[in-house]
């Protein structure tokens, strides 16, 4: 037989593999596969560069991504304490308020303004341009706190009206409140009453601020500055306790106007007390009928029998009668030099007072007042 062209295999009749070709084991298929992977691997690598590269680039050529214009609606936003640009502008971002962190850090590299930024809560709108938010974090105007200023002297209930005018807090919270004495961190020696330990000061009263917590850090205040003057140790060396000298101050707020005569007036009632002569202080009559307007009281008022009753008991009353500043605490750790057993305001516009060591000369001061209540409507 001539030859066919075909190559036969004998024992089976199949066919010879083609010597071209080679059969594809399982090792060459893993290996092609990881080529393929690979491959698509640095297909993606390459256009994930390229997008990031273009970002960059865009971002470079057209600044951050940000909002136009004030935005809309109303989100109250904190900026906290210690917090650095790069760090309000990720929480600008996470509340919605800026389109990207990088648009506000950005500016705020650059613009004066974010210097003034001060810790606090802030009200702002979602979707604001990052020059926006700059304005708004920068305008003190635009902090959503209350501001409370509580004069020296001040007595409870002044200082919760104070705080109601200034701040959001409602009275009944603050009723609340000071009907559970035992939770504002009063001393033992206050035996739970805060008359005297609220201290007069100006206090920013944040978002969330309960009733509570305001009085605890008036409290808190009165117990720092006790610390700071050291009276604990000062007023022993006076014969008396923390709680005494708060009481003398509290009663120089009422009864001295310049403050030259607050050491004076307590040394007047060191020498009484150590005389065994009742005090007789309308300042602390008139903190029992709630007397207002006038620095006199009357017959009825000066023969109640409560113990804040300076003309019907000897020493001092049992505790403050309002909240004393620093001025009149140190006056009353510091008295003056004197023998005085009486002094006497002669003039009540002006508070000049007279301090006197006997009883005539005391009438003959009394004298002046009356002649000065004559011509004048401040009597």
Known sequence: MTDSGLDLVTGGGSKRPHPGRRRATPARKRRLWLRRLLALLIVVVLVFGGYKAWGKASTYLNGPA??????????????????????????????????????????????????SIQPGFYKLRKQMSADFAL?????????????????????????????VKGSDLKQADLT???KKPETLGLPA???????????PATYTVEPGTTATELLQSMVAETLAVEKDLDIGTRAEALGLSSEEILTVASILEYEAKQDADYPKVARVLYNRIKAGMALQLDSTVAYVSQRKGDVFTTDAERNNQSAYNTYQHTGLPPGPIGSPGQKTIEAALNPADGSWLYFVAVN?????????????EHNKAVAKLQEFCRSSESC
């Open 66 to 115: 940000d909002y136009t214009g004030q935005g809309a609606g109303n989100v109250v936003f904190e900026v906290a304490s210690g917090a650095d640009g790069m760090a309000i502008a990720n929480a600008l971002k996470k509340a919605g308020v800026i389109k990207s962190a990088e648009s506000f850090y950005q500016l705020s590299l650059k613009d004066a303004r974010s210097q």
């Open 135 to 163: 304005r708004e974090l920068s305008d003190k105007a635009n902090r959503v706190e209350g501001k409370v200023t509580i004069p020296e002297g001040s007595r409870v209930g002044q200082i919760v009206s104070a705080i």
């Open 176 to 178: 609340a409140a000071l």
């Open 189 to 199: 020696a206050a035996n739970n009453n805060p008359e005297g330990y609220l201290y």
């Open 348 to 360: 009540l516009d002006t508070g000049d007072t007279i301090f006197s060591d006997t009883f005539a």
